[in-house]
């Protein structure tokens, strides 16, 4: 038996992420664009760096050639011959660096265009991915909701599946098109800087290399302890939502008993809980980005440290210095926007897993794999021994109930309160499955048959008037959208609706309103 969601514990869903992310399988070509573009933006990103140094030992380069041309010509002489030049040499140094310039910032200028366009698309690409993702999960949901049974919905509240078929959606939704690509961003910016620190000097790589694992310990830590605590937010919003909905649905209640301030401190108390635990998410993640900062700036200092000591025993160019430092932030910076990418994580995890409790509950009432379509009826509906009890109880509400209503009788049910006589009729169109014994109608029992070709055939009046935001012949026609406009006039003068309804301005096309608002406590039920 399906859990109710409210008491699911929450606790790390790592899986349930990795089986949302399968749903871009659904739009192969454009996550193959948006990784593609990603590829091309970083690749440009990564060959700036090289260009500033180019610029910086042409400058650099230039400058100490026009020192030396300056010089007088024995001195000169003396300083080619230290510096293992040749005045040919001199010559070329003193006219490359502009042209060198002039190259390097094309170049980057080139670069930087691309990038650009690249990141748009990259940007766009993403984006929709996450609106298509979003678009099949609330889809699935809301179809799975409306075949999920009574039994279900009677455990669970309808602000519990409310905020799982739109919050926890959009939390899994900003994932895929941000935290994700991010990621994917974050590694390969990561990978190709350590290989361009490595190629450029790999003895002042394998100084600040070792902070890189402690750097990534700390943050599957942070990820471990904020998955269940986010998982906690979401629990602590569905309750408040459920609060508000209730509130909502039976506010005609609250006003006519005087409770507006009772529930203001039910509202209040649920909303202090859900800030308390938004509070302690704060707080976790206020000490992760100092920690983020620590190790970046521990990383910069080493660098300053022994990459200045290479330039003064001349095994480092100015230039050199400056491209590892440039890479040395590309490291860095996707392990700072780890710390934005683990908490995206961990809130579209806990999201995930609370959509998949959902999309994974069994349906107790389905149609068997060898369920027939049942033929038009006759209305024979007869119980055979028949106990039902519902989930929450052990003592039956049904105990060995036989009967025999034939077609054209009239029968009526009397009995006690909570005797059992609206479970009864809802048994018929088998809204739930009887714990013991047979309903049959024409000699089929009603599990035996397709549901859809049972419930098709029986008109039902129920206790509660339920109408939905439409004219008044779309709810009349709601159980047969293709009824004519003589079947629903008939069917709304067998109801004694017809000379109210035709007392409107619209007629049948009078808009309801929500919950059929503008109708009146009575003309709601005749339509219902």
């Given at each position: 038996?399906?859990?109710?969601?409210?008491?699911?514990?929450?606790?790390?869903?790592?899986?349930?992420?990795?089986?949302?992310?399968?749903?871009?399988?659904?739009?192969?070509?454009?996550?193959?664009?948006a990784?593609?573009?990603?590829f091309i933006?970083?690749?440009a990103?990564?060959?700036?760096?090289?260009?500033?140094?180019?610029?910086?030992?042409?400058?650099?380069?230039?400058?100490?050639?026009?020192?030396?041309s300056?010089?007088?010509?024995?001195?000169?002489?003396?300083?080619?011959?230290?510096?293992?030049l040749?005045a040919e040499?001199?010559?070329?140094?003193?006219?490359?660096?502009?042209?060198?310039?002039?190259?390097?910032?094309?170049?980057?200028?080139?670069?930087?265009?691309?990038?650009?366009?690249?990141?748009?698309?990259?940007?766009?690409?993403?984006e929709?991915?996450?609106?298509?993702?979003?678009?099949?999960?609330?889809?699935e949901?809301?179809?799975?909701?409306?075949?999920?049974?009574?039994?279900?919905?009677?455990?669970?509240?309808?602000?519990?599946?409310?905020?799982?078929?739109?919050?926890?959606?959009?939390?899994?939704?900003i994932?895929?098109?941000?935290?994700?690509?991010?990621?994917?961003?974050?590694?390969?910016?990561?990978?190709?800087?350590?290989?361009?620190?490595?190629?450029?000097?790999?003895?002042?790589?394998?100084?600040?290399?070792?902070?890189?694992?402690?750097?990534?310990?700390?943050?599957?830590?942070?990820?471990?302890?904020?998955?269940?605590?986010?998982?906690?937010?979401?629990?602590?919003?569905?309750?408040?939502?459920?609060?508000?909905?209730?509130?909502l649905a039976?506010i005609?209640?609250?006003?006519?008993?005087?409770?507006?301030?009772?529930?203001?401190?039910?509202?209040?108390?649920?909303?202090?809980?859900?800030m308390?635990?938004?509070?302690?998410?704060?707080?976790?993640?206020?000490?992760?980005?100092?920690?983020?900062?620590?190790?970046?700036?521990?990383?910069?200092a080493?660098?300053?440290?022994?990459?200045?000591?290479?330039?003064?025993?001349?095994?480092?160019?100015?230039?050199?210095?400056q491209?590892?430092?440039?890479?040395l932030?590309?490291v860095?910076?996707?392990?700072?926007?780890?710390?934005?990418?683990?908490?995206?994580?961990?809130?579209?995890?806990a999201?995930?897993?609370?959509?998949?409790?959902?999309?994974?509950?069994?349906?107790e009432?389905?149609d068997?794999p060898?369920?027939?379509?049942?033929?038009p009826?006759?209305?024979?509906?007869?119980?055979?021994?028949?106990?039902?009890?519902y989930?929450?109880?052990?003592?039956?509400?049904?105990?060995?109930?036989?009967?025999?209503?034939?077609?054209?009788?009239?029968?009526?049910?009397?009995?006690?309160?909570g005797?059992?006589?609206?479970?009864?009729?809802?048994?018929?169109?088998r809204?739930?499955?009887?714990?013991?014994?047979?309903?049959?109608?024409?000699?089929?029992?009603?599990?035996?048959?397709?549901?859809?070709?049972?419930?098709?055939?029986?008109?039902?009046?129920?206790?509660?008037?339920?109408?939905?935001?439409?004219?008044?012949r779309?709810?009349?026609?709601?159980?047969?959208?293709?009824?004519?406009?003589?079947?629903?006039?008939?069917?709304?003068?067998?109801?004694?609706a017809?000379?109210?309804?035709?007392?409107?301005?619209?007629g049948?096309?009078?808009?309801?309103?929500?919950?059929?608002?503008?109708?009146?406590?009575?003309?709601k039920?005749r339509?219902?």
């Amino acid at each position: 038996m399906n859990q109710p969601l409210e008491r699911q514990r929450p606790g790390l869903h790592w899986g349930h992420l990795v089986r949302a992310i399968g749903y871009l399988s659904h739009y192969r070509g454009t996550a193959a664009l948006a990784i593609g573009a990603l590829f091309i933006s970083i690749g440009a990103q990564l060959m700036v760096p090289q260009l500033v140094q180019n610029i910086l030992d042409a400058v650099v380069g230039g400058l100490a050639a026009r020192q030396l041309s300056a010089l007088p010509a024995e001195a000169q002489a003396a300083a080619l011959a230290q510096a293992n030049l040749s005045a040919e040499r001199l010559n070329q140094l003193l006219v490359a660096p502009e042209q060198g310039l002039y190259w390097a910032v094309s170049l980057i200028l080139v670069f930087a265009v691309a990038r650009g366009a690249f990141a748009f698309t990259q940007a766009f690409m993403a984006e929709k991915l996450s609106q298509g993702v979003a678009f099949d999960f609330r889809n699935e949901l809301f179809a799975k909701i409306q075949r999920l049974s009574f039994s279900y919905h009677d455990r669970n509240r309808t602000g519990q599946l409310m905020i799982r078929a739109t919050d926890d959606v959009e939390k899994v939704r900003i994932f895929i098109g941000q935290g994700l690509l991010m990621a994917l961003q974050a590694l390969v910016l990561l990978t190709g800087a350590l290989v361009m620190l490595f190629w450029t000097n790999w003895r002042l790589t394998l100084v600040i290399l070792p902070i890189l694992p402690i750097a990534l310990v700390l943050f599957m830590i942070f990820g471990a302890v904020s998955q269940p605590l986010f998982a906690q937010v979401q629990a602590k919003l569905s309750h408040l939502n459920t609060i508000l909905q209730e509130n909502l649905a039976g506010i005609k209640v609250v006003k006519a008993f005087a409770r507006e301030k009772q529930e203001q401190a039910r509202f209040r108390e649920a909303a202090t809980d859900l800030m308390n635990q938004q509070i302690t998410v704060a707080r976790v993640f206020s000490f992760l980005f100092p920690v983020i900062f620590l190790v970046a700036n521990l990383g910069q200092a080493l660098v300053l440290y022994f990459g200045g000591r290479q330039i003064l025993d001349s095994t480092l160019t100015l230039g050199e210095w400056q491209k590892f430092s440039l890479y040395l932030v590309y490291v860095f910076f996707p392990i700072g926007q780890l710390g934005f990418i683990i908490s995206q994580m961990s809130q579209a995890s806990a999201s995930a897993a609370r959509i998949f409790e959902i999309l994974d509950a069994q349906n107790e009432v389905a149609d068997r794999p060898d369920a027939v379509v049942l033929p038009p009826i006759q209305g024979r509906v007869e119980f055979r021994h028949v106990t039902f009890r519902y989930f929450s109880s052990s003592e039956p509400v049904l105990s060995d109930v036989s009967f025999v209503a034939e077609p054209g009788q009239t029968v009526a049910l009397l009995g006690a309160t909570g005797s059992g006589k609206t479970t009864i009729i809802n048994l018929i169109p088998r809204f739930y499955d009887v714990s013991e014994g047979q309903v049959l109608i024409d000699g089929y029992d009603v599990r035996d048959v397709r549901i859809d070709s049972l419930r098709r055939q029986i008109g039902i009046v129920l206790q509660e008037t339920n109408l939905f935001t439409g004219t008044i012949r779309e709810n009349i026609a709601f159980g047969r959208p293709d009824a004519t406009d003589e079947e629903v006039i008939a069917a709304a003068k067998a109801a004694a609706a017809h000379d109210f309804i035709m007392s409107f301005p619209q007629g049948y096309d009078t808009p309801v309103g929500e919950r059929g608002t503008t109708l009146s406590g009575g003309q709601k039920q005749r339509i219902a």
